[in-house]
C-alpha cells in the first residue's frame, strides 16, 4: 500500500490547480451542448413537427449511448493516453453539436444525439484520470470537485445563453455557436497539458509498475475496491438524474410554478450542486491540513454530506411553499456535490485503472439511472413526489456504507490489481535494502 501523503511529487501546484479549471471548462461545455437541444425542444419541435413520442425518442438515444460509452470509454483513455483521448472526445462532441444545425427530420437528430452521448462520455474519466495524474491524493477530491463543479455551472447558464442566441440568430445557429467553443478549449488543453509529467507536479505512485502496462480486467473486477468505487455511482448518480429531469415537473405540479418561473429558478439547485462540488473538495483539504488523515476527512465530509441530504430530501417532499421547496432541492443538490463520488477511484487505486473503474462506475450509474426513472414515473402516478424523495434520502447513506466496506481507507492507493510478476518485483525491491545493511555490517 502507498499512503497518499507520502507519494513522491515535485512542484507546480499552480499547474495543477490550472488544468483542473481547464478540466472546469471542458465539463461547463459538455453540459451546454448537451442542454441546448432540451432548451429549444419546443422550437424544434414545433418545426419539425416532432410531437412528445419522438422527443423522448431523441432524448433516450443520448441517454442510451452515453451510458454504454461511459464503460467503455475508460479503457479507450488508457490506450490513447489522457491529452490525446480528451482532446478527441471534445472535438467529436463539438462537431456534433454544430451539426445538429443541419438536422432536418427525428431521424438525423435520433443519430445525432446518439453520437453527442458517444463522445460526451470521455470526459468524466479523462478528467478524473488527468487528476489522478497530476494532483498528490490528498488533493485529488479538490482537484475533481473543481472540474465537476463545471458541469453544474453549464446546466445553469445553457438556458440564459441559448435563451439569448436563439431569438436573434436562429437555434440553428444557437448549435453552431455553442459546438464552436469547444474547439477553442482544445487550443487551451493541448498547450497545457504538453508538458512532462516530471515538470508539473505529477505523482509517481509506484516505480515497479509500468504506467502503459494493460489493465488486468480480471484482477480489477476482482477487487472489492473496485465494487466500492462502482456501487457508490450506483447509489447516489441517480439523485442528481431525478433532479434533472423531474424537478421542474415536480415545482409545476406541486407548487404551481408557472413555465417562466421554472426558468427563473431552475438555476438555483444547479448553482447548489456546483458549490457541493467545490466544498466536497475544500473541506477535506482543510482538515488534512489540521492533521487527519485523508479516509477520516473524506468520510466526515461524505456523513455530514449525506445526513444533510436526508434532512433535505425529507423536507422537499414535504414544504408547504415553492420556496421552502427551492431551498430544500438545493441543499440537496449541494449534499450530493460534496458527497463527491467521482473522486473515490482517484482516492483508492492506481493512476492507470482510475478511468477504467470511472467509466463502469457512470455506466452501471446510468442504468440505475434509467431503472429510477421507471420507478420515479411509476410512484408520482400512483404516490407522491413524498415517496420518491423518501427513497432518495437514503441513497446516500447506503453509499456511504459501500464505500467503508468495499472501497476501504480512501488516501490509500491499493497496489493489490497487480499482477505476481510486478508483486515479485516489489518484494525484490524492498528487499534490496536489508540486503545492503547486511552487506555493510
Given amino acids: 500500500m502507498e499512503n497518499g501523503g507520502s507519494l513522491a511529487r515535485s512542484g507546480g501546484g499552480k499547474f495543477r490547480w490550472y488544468l483542473s479549471f481547464i478540466l472546469f471548462l471542458s465539463t461547463a461545455l459538455n453540459y451546454v451542448d448537451r442542454q441546448t437541444l432540451s432548451v429549444l425542444a419546443s422550437t ?63 431521424a438525423h437528430l435520433l443519430f445525432l444525439r446518439f453520437m453527442l452521448g458517444v463522445f460526451e462520455s470521455a470526459n468524466f474519466p479523462a478528467g478524473a484520470t488527468a487528476i489522478a495524474e497530476r494532483f498528490p491524493v490528498e488533493e485529488r477530491a479538490a482537484g475533481i470537485g473543481l472540474f465537476a463543479a463545471g458541469g453544474a455551472v453549464g446546466a445553469a447558464l445553457s438556458a440564459p445563453l441559448v435563451s439569448c442566441l436563439a431569438p436573434r440568430f436562429g437555434w440553428r445557429t444557437a448549435f453552431v455557436a455553442t459546438g464552436a467553443a469547444g474547439f477553442v478549449w482544445i487550443a487551451l488543453w493541448l498547450a497545457a497539458y504538453r508538458r512532462e509529467p516530471s515538470g508539473s507536479g505529477a505523482v509517481q505512485e509506484s516505480p515497479a509498475e509500468p504506467p502503459d502496462r494493460p489493465v488486468c480486467w480480471r ?109 430544500a432541492v438545493t441543499c440537496l443538490t449541494l449534499g450530493h456535490g460534496m458527497w463527491g463520488n467521482i473522486a473515490i477511484p482517484a482516492e483508492v487505486l492506481p493512476t492507470r485503472y482510475v478511468s477504467p473503474v470511472s467509466g463502469l462506475g457512470g455506466m452501471f450509474g446510468g442504468v440505475a439511472g434509467i431503472l429510477t426513472q421507471l420507478v420515479i414515473g411509476w410512484t408520482v402516478q400512483r404516490s407522491s413526489y413524498q415517496a420518491v424523495f423518501l427513497m432518495f434520502s437514503l441513497f446516500p447513506l447506503l453509499g456511504l456504507v459501500v464505500v467503508h466496506l468495499l472501497a476501504g481507507e480512501l488516501g490509500v492507493i491499493s497496489e493489490a490489481c497487480a499482477g505476481p510478476g510486478i508483486q515479485r518485483r516489489r518484494e525484490l525491491a524492498s528487499a534490496e535494502p536489508a540486503r545492503a545493511r547486511r552487506k555493510h555490517s
Fill in 44 to 106: 424544434i419541435q414545433k418545426e419539425l413537427r416532432l410531437d412528445d413520442i419522438a422527443y423522448s425518442q431523441i432524448t433516450s438515444c443520448f441517454l442510451i449511448s452515453y451510458t454504454i460509452m461511459y464503460g467503455v470509454s475508460g479503457g479507450l483513455i488508457n490506450l490513447m493516453g489522457t491529452r490525446l483521448a480528451l482532446a478527441v472526445a471534445v472535438c467529436g462532441w463539438s462537431l456534433v453539436s454544430m451539426f445538429h444545425a443541419f438536422a432536418s427530420s427525428a
Fill in 219 to 327: 484482477a480489477l473486477l476482482a477487487m472489492k475496491k473496485t465494487w466500492g468505487c462502482i456501487l457508490a455511482r450506483v447509489l447516489t448518480d441517480p439523485i442528481i438524474y431525478f433532479v434533472s429531469f423531474w424537478i421542474p415537473k415536480f415545482f409545476q405540479r406541486e407548487h404551481g410554478f408557472s413555465l417562466e418561473e421554472v426558468g427563473r429558478y431552475a438555476w438555483i439547485p444547479y448553482a447548489g450542486l456546483s458549490a457541493g462540488n467545490i466544498l466536497g473538495g475544500l473541506i477535506p483539504r482543510q482538515l488534512v491540513k489540521r492533521g487527519a488523515s485523508v479516509n477520516r476527512a473524506r468520510k466526515a465530509t461524505m456523513l455530514g454530506a449525506s445526513v444533510a441530504m436526508l434532512a433535505a430530501a425529507y423536507q422537499a417532499g414535504r414544504a408547504p411553499s415553492g420556496a421552502e421547496a427551492l431551498v
